[in-house]
């Protein structure tokens, strides 16, 4: 069972950085397209970064461009999400996910499914 894990979520200060970790359980995310989404509170979950499987090619959401960072570690079982001048409106729950990464969006992968997340909150 293909299992990935979030961590690294927690409270910070507007102007404040995170960063995220997805770690694979047992398989090597070498061979997939790995994508961070978030759910805000009373919103629909939206894909917003995305790192390709083959060229390592990254997609952004507008909303998070210029501030947060995709990439993935050489042992291919991380991928990392460094979060910089964090938003209140960057309050979400973050989750990651085998997906399918485009050129202007990213989607979760059919036949994947969502982990627990990890809570980021940004206070003003």
């Known amino acids: 069972q293909f299992k990935l894990v979030e961590s690294g979520g927690g409270l910070v200060d507007s102007g404040g950085s995170l960063r995220l970790s997805c770690v694979a359980s047992?398989?090597?995310?070498?061979?997939?397209?790995i994508g961070w989404f978030r759910q805000a509170p009373g919103k629909e979950r939206e894909g917003i970064s995305c790192?390709?499987?083959?060229?390592?090619?990254?997609y952004y959401a507008n909303s998070v461009k210029g501030r947060f960072t995709i990439s993935r570690d050489n042992a291919n079982t991380t991928v990392s999400l460094q979060m910089n001048s964090l938003k209140p409106e960057d309050t979400a729950v973050y989750y990651c996910?085998?997906?399918?990464?485009?050129?202007?969006?990213?989607?979760?992968?059919?036949?994947?499914?969502w982990g627990q997340g990890t809570q980021v909150t940004v206070s003003a």
């Open positions: 047992g398989w090597s995310l070498h061979y997939y397209g």
């Open positions: 996910s085998v997906a399918d990464c485009h050129v202007t969006e990213v989607a979760l992968a059919q036949g994947y499914s």
């Open positions: 790192i390709s499987n083959d060229d390592d090619r990254t």
